[in-house]
Structure formats: C-alpha cells, structure tokens
C-alpha cells in the first residue's frame, strides 16, 4: 500500500510575548490510499494547526510532510499551491464560496483558475452532492448546509486523491452536519479517495478507518 499522505515528528510552536507555544511535538501520521481518518480534540489543541501543515499552507518548526514521494515540507506554501491544487481538496468549516457567482461557477472555479473549465464535471459533482437543480443558483440562495455541499463538489473538481477536511460541518446544525459528513464520507469511500478529517464533535464521526486523539500535541491512535 502506498502513503497518500504521511508526516514525521512534526513540530510547530508559535512565538509568544512569554516564550514559544508548542502546539504540535512530534506528530507522526500514515495516510494510504483511500483510507479515511478522523482527528479528534477539544478547542485549542492544534488540529486546525495541524491540517495547515498536511495541506502544505503553514511550514513546520520541524519534522517532515509528505505528499506521496514530493516532500511537502522542504518549499514554501505558496510554491505548492500547483501541487496542491491537484493533490489536495480542502474543505473548511466556513465555505468560502464566491458569492457573485453561481454554485457550479464556484465548483468549477479550480479549473477556471488552471485554464480549463470541465462544466459537465461541475455539473456531475453538484448531481453528486444533491444538488444537480441549484447549479444556477447562487450562494446568497443557498442554505448553509447545500453552500458547504457546494463546498465539497469544489474540493473534489480536480480529482485529488486526498481531502483534507477542518471541522467541515463546524458552522451547521446536527442534523445538517450529520448529512454533509456522511455525504462527504460516502463520496470519499466511493471514489477511493483518502481523507483526513479533524473535529472536536466526537458524537459525528462513524464509518471511518481510523480515529486519532490530538492531545498534547501528539497522536495517539484510537484502539
Ligand atoms: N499563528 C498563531 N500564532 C500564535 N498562536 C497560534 C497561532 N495559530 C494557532 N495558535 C495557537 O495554537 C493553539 C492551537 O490552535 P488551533 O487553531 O490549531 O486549535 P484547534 O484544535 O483547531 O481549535 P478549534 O477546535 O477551536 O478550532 C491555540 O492555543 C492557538 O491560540
Ligand atoms: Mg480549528
């Protein structure tokens, strides 16, 4: 089996007017292939950290992040951004989208950004998230959950082997985060895509391979 997604003794502290603030000591993480995982740990322990290092958007104090064989941690975020629009889908907790434009511009914007829009792609993903009579639609007229549905068809336009997920049903009630993770599970196991999920709501997260305690700034894996 082959890594999609691995780091090692990742550290990353943050200055403070009363000396460093180590969040992360000493991380180690192996992500295979169409494997999906939880990351789970109250407010403040460094998840949203974290998710910033494996996306390659933050760099480590030290220790590695590996994409499979490209060596993530040795550029800079913004010299991965090509990498990691092929590589990576990011889903935040907040869905970002372009609010001038409608949902199936907004699914479709990674390829406007490459140069190539497939919009029969932006339409097949928005069908995908349950939301094939809303591409027209803009985001003002969509409720929270179908904006953050919209949100995931986006992270998954450009194929990306691994979703990269920080508290993606964070902003919604109970029974929409419920529909949106199971969703974005589903779609993840179907296409046998890996994902790296972090949350603090523990009651949310079932059907996953593997469940990580972030405490301390280190993983412990779940038995
Ligand atoms: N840029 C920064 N500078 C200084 N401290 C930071 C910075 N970013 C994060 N921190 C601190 O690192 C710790 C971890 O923050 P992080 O956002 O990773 O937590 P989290 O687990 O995602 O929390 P939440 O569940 O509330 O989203 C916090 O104490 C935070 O204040
Ligand atoms: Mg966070």
């Known amino acids: 089996m082959s890594s999609v997604l691995a780091c090692r003794a990742l550290t990353r502290s943050f200055p403070t007017p009363t000396g460093p603030l180590e969040v992360l000591r000493g991380v180690d993480l192996d992500i295979e292939a169409g494997s999906i995982a939880a990351i789970l740990g109250p407010s403040g322990t460094g998840k949203?950290?974290?998710?910033?290092?494996?996306?390659?958007?933050?760099?480590?104090?030290?220790?590695?992040?590996?994409?499979?064989?490209?060596?993530?941690?040795?550029?800079?975020?913004?010299?991965?951004?090509?990498?990691?629009?092929?590589?990576?889908?990011?889903?935040f907790q907040d869905p970002h989208l372009l609010p001038e434009i409608s949902a199936l511009d907004n699914v479709t914007l990674p390829g406007r950004i490459r140069g190539h829009v497939d919009l029969n792609r932006g339409h097949a993903l928005l069908d995908a998230v349950g939301l094939a009579d809303r591409a027209t639609a803009h985001p003002a007229t969509l409720s929270g959950?179908?904006?953050?549905?919209?949100?995931?068809?986006?992270?998954?336009?450009?194929?990306?082997?691994?979703?990269?997920?920080?508290?993606?049903?964070?902003?919604?009630?109970?029974?929409?985060?419920?529909?949106?993770?199971?969703?974005?599970?589903?779609?993840?196991?179907?296409?046998?895509?890996?994902?790296?999920?972090?949350?603090?709501d523990e009651g949310l997260v079932e059907d996953v391979d593997q469940r990580y305690d972030l405490t301390a700034g280190v993983l412990d894996a779940r038995a």
């Open 48 to 91: 949203t950290t974290l998710l910033h290092l494996l996306a390659g958007l933050d760099t480590p104090t030290s220790g590695q992040v590996w994409w499979g064989d490209l060596a993530a941690h040795a550029h800079a975020p913004r010299d991965l951004a090509l990498e990691r629009a092929g590589r990576v889908g990011l889903v």
């Open 145 to 200: 959950g179908e904006r953050q549905r919209v949100a995931v068809a986006r992270a998954l336009y450009a194929d990306p082997p691994l979703l990269l997920a920080d508290e993606p049903t964070g902003s919604l009630d109970r029974a929409t985060a419920r529909t949106v993770f199971t969703l974005l599970v589903s779609l993840a196991r179907g296409q046998g895509r890996a994902v790296v999920m972090v949350t603090h």
